[in-house]
């Protein structure tokens, strides 16, 4: 699977929008990528995942370059419970054999009041 | 999303000692599961991916005699860390998918295990 490269931490304030970017220059053409989250001691939360098109749900967009060498996790109205680790995570469809989330150092949003 | 379930979620035993821990999913059928690991202000680290009906595959590193893994249905997986020393105190994370068209991982809450 492709690493990522993300920056350690980032702040942003409550109410704005926060964005959070990923690189992935080594992606091959059909990995996904990935994005979840880590509020401090639970378990990791989905939050989106796309091939190529930017995407969008109730928790955030995504948005890839053209060439899928990076990405952005776009938060649109950040609240303090969005506090956490963000992973950026490329891989492989998921099958029997294949598709293991592999874990980086991930991004720590700080919210700020 | 689909919820995963983890029991206990907090467990502390002697060193010497085997725990186990269950991952359960609770509303579909989970044909894989992972088990991770994490220490203080580090990442997870994927150890085993467990397919049901069949053995764990381990990841480099990961002693397959000492964390033991089953997967014996298709809603649960356990992981039991066999002969615990301090050094195995961690918070252990699994996740679920499955073979639907919905293949998204859906993790547990986690079990912090303390070993004294």
């Known amino acids: 699977d492709a690493k990522t490269t993300q920056p350690p931490s980032m702040d942003c304030a409550e109410g704005r929008a926060a964005n959070l970017p990923c690189n992935h220059s080594t992606i091959s053409g059909n990995e996904y990528v990935y994005w979840y989250r880590q509020i401090h001691s639970q378990g990791p939360q989905y939050i989106i995942h796309?091939?190529?098109n930017n995407e969008t749900n109730e928790m955030a967009s995504l948005i890839i370059t053209e060439d899928r060498k990076s990405s952005t996790l776009i938060l649109p109205h950040a609240t303090l419970r969005d506090t956490a680790v963000y992973y950026c995570i490329v891989r492989l469809p998921l099958n029997r054999n294949t598709g293991k989330l592999i874990f980086g150092q991930g991004t720590t949003l700080q919210v700020k009041p | 999303g689909a919820v995963v379930s983890q029991h206990p979620s907090r467990v502390i035993c002697k060193s010497g000692t085997s725990v186990k821990i269950e991952c359960r999913s609770l509303?579909?059928?989970?044909?894989?599961m992972f088990w991770y690991r994490q220490f203080p202000k580090q990442s997870l680290m994927l150890m085993a991916t467990?397919?049901?009906?069949?053995?764990?595959?381990?990841e480099q590193g990961v002693e397959k005699d000492k964390f033991l893994i089953n997967h014996a249905s298709l809603t649960l997986s356990t992981l039991t860390v066999t002969s615990a020393h301090p050094e195995d105190s961690s918070f252990y994370i699994c996740?679920?998918?499955?073979?639907?068209?919905?293949?998204?991982?859906?993790f547990g809450p986690g079990t912090r295990l303390t070993v004294t």
């Open positions: 796309g091939l190529k």
């Open positions: 996740s679920a998918t499955s073979s639907g068209t919905a293949r998204e991982q859906y």
């Open positions: 467990s397919n049901e009906g069949s053995k764990a595959t381990y």
């Open positions: 509303d579909f059928q989970a044909t894989t």
